[in-house]
């Protein structure tokens, strides 16, 4: 969906010159809020509908009493949670790593 929408999929570490709390909340609304392909913010259209999508096709496999509108929301909900999730450790694992003085690999 990102080359369509002209979306940048890739997630920026803003870094340790910024504060703790503007580091974990951007990194916590990366899912939801993207960037157009010349860096303009937007809202993260592509990631959004692709894991709508991808939510809405697992119901193809799933038994009868599994399907429904409820179980799509659920599973797009986690997608977008998980990735923010997944998110917070890219922009905080180098950290974490040196603070618990763990070789770093590469």
């Given at each position: 969906?990102?080359?369509?929408?002209h979306q940048?999929?890739?997630?920026?570490?803003?870094?340790?010159s910024?504060?703790?709390?503007?580091?974990?909340?951007?990194?916590?609304?990366?899912?939801?809020?993207?960037?157009?392909?010349?860096?303009?913010?937007?809202?993260?259209?592509?990631?959004?509908?692709?894991?709508?999508?991808?939510?809405?096709?697992?119901?193809?496999?799933?038994?009868?009493?599994?399907?429904?509108a409820?179980?799509?929301?659920?599973?797009?909900?986690?997608?977008?949670?998980g990735?923010?999730?997944?998110?917070?450790a890219?922009?905080?694992?180098?950290?974490?790593?040196?603070?618990?003085?763990?070789?770093?690999?590469?």
């Amino acid at each position: 969906m990102a080359p369509i929408l002209h979306q940048d999929p890739r997630y920026y570490q803003l870094g340790r010159s910024h504060k703790f709390f503007n580091r974990a909340l951007y990194a916590g609304t990366r899912p939801i809020i993207g960037r157009t392909d010349s860096g303009k913010t937007i809202p993260n259209y592509a990631y959004m509908i692709g894991t709508a999508a991808a939510a809405g096709l697992t119901q193809a496999y799933y038994p009868d009493r599994n399907v429904g509108a409820g179980q799509v929301a659920r599973a797009w909900a986690t997608s977008l949670g998980g990735s923010a999730l997944g998110d917070l450790a890219t922009e905080f694992g180098g950290e974490i790593i040196q603070w618990l003085h763990l070789p770093k690999y590469e």
